[in-house]
């Protein structure tokens, strides 16, 4: 009988150790965090980005000494003090963010998601065709809604204002309208609770596909140069065990990965596609001419 009490206590003694060692183990693991923004999700909750996303980052980089995961936080003013402080390895989001900051961020690790096959993105000004506006000059003192994270949208829209002799976009405008999602911000002009809407080509390619009406009912009166929306961008000052190739590898496997969820699919999600920093040249022209002309958008 003390014998099998004895070996009994020994096994749970043993399991204990292993479950210590376990924890310090995943305790000791270097972890990698990838910051967005709550201005940056489009067409998914902070849950589905969190959960969805790192599900799949936390089982590509299981069992390899370190994690990589995405989080959410509140602004962008926390992403950039956190890179500044080397606290992540970088974010997603704004194009604009890093041109901004490029002094700040030691960044030229990047990639872009792929929206409807296309890497680079165009942005349409939609109407009701029943308006009878046919040009952006009509829009003055209407209200005109865009998706939150449209920020270089909103860049070209001041753009597009400038080059006409306009005004700016809050003086031009009687009201602007911000969206959570592209999909909130098409139904805005759709169901007339704005004159107009800015929209990604994408976004309203896919909206239209799930309500054919909106084709039927809508019309583009503007359509921008191409640009990289939005990307993923990683400091180049990453420590071991995780190298650049290892980074490289996970976010064109999480691209991949997360391509066959139904959010994804819907989103005509292809992949994360790496780019280099003169692909950015269309966005960095936007900004450097806004600059010039001393404008100074919403």
Not at 256 to 284: C, H
Request: hydrophobic fraction near 40%; proline fraction near 2%.
């Amino acid at each position: 009988m003390d014998f099998k009490i004895s070996r009994k206590k020994t096994i749970i003694f043993l399991l204990f150790t292993l479950l210590i060692l376990t924890n310090l183990t995943v305790q000791a693991a270097t972890e990698y965090i990838i910051g967005l923004t709550t201005q940056g999700i489009r067409s998914a909750t902070v849950e589905e980005i969190e959960l969805g996303f790192n599900y799949q980052l936390q089982s590509i980089g299981i069992n390899k000494g370190y994690s990589m995961k995405i989080k959410v936080y509140a602004n962008t003013e926390q992403i950039v003090k956190l890179i500044t402080e080397k606290k992540i390895i970088g974010y997603f989001g704004s194009t604009k963010l890093l041109l901004d900051n490029v002094e700040k961020f030691n960044m030229n690790l990047l990639f872009t998601p792929v929206l409807s096959e296309k890497v680079m993105q165009r942005y349409v000004l939609l109407v009701r065709k029943d308006s009878g506006i046919d040009n952006i000059s009509k829009l003055h003192k209407l209200s005109i809604s865009y998706c939150a994270a449209d920020e270089v949208g909103v860049l070209y829209l001041q753009k597009l204002l400038s080059d006409k002799k306009l005004g700016e976009i809050d003086t031009f405008f009687k009201k602007l309208v911000i969206k959570k999602n592209p999909n909130l911000d098409i139904s805005a002009v759709f169901f007339k609770e704005t004159q107009a809407a800015l929209a990604l080509e994408a976004d309203f390619t896919v909206a239209s596909e799930l309500n054919p009406q909106l084709k039927q009912q809508l019309v583009i009166i503007e359509i921008s140069p191409e640009y990289i929306n939005n990307l993923i961008a990683i400091s180049n000052d990453i420590d071991k065990p995780m190298s650049k190739s290892d980074i490289e590898t996970h976010i064109m496997n999480l691209g991949n990965a997360v391509r066959s969820k139904t959010l994804m699919r819907s989103y005509n999600y292809g992949s994360m596609r790496k780019i280099k920093s003169d692909d950015l040249n269309s966005v960095r022209e936007l900004v450097n001419s806004l600059k010039e002309n001393k404008v100074k958008p919403q």
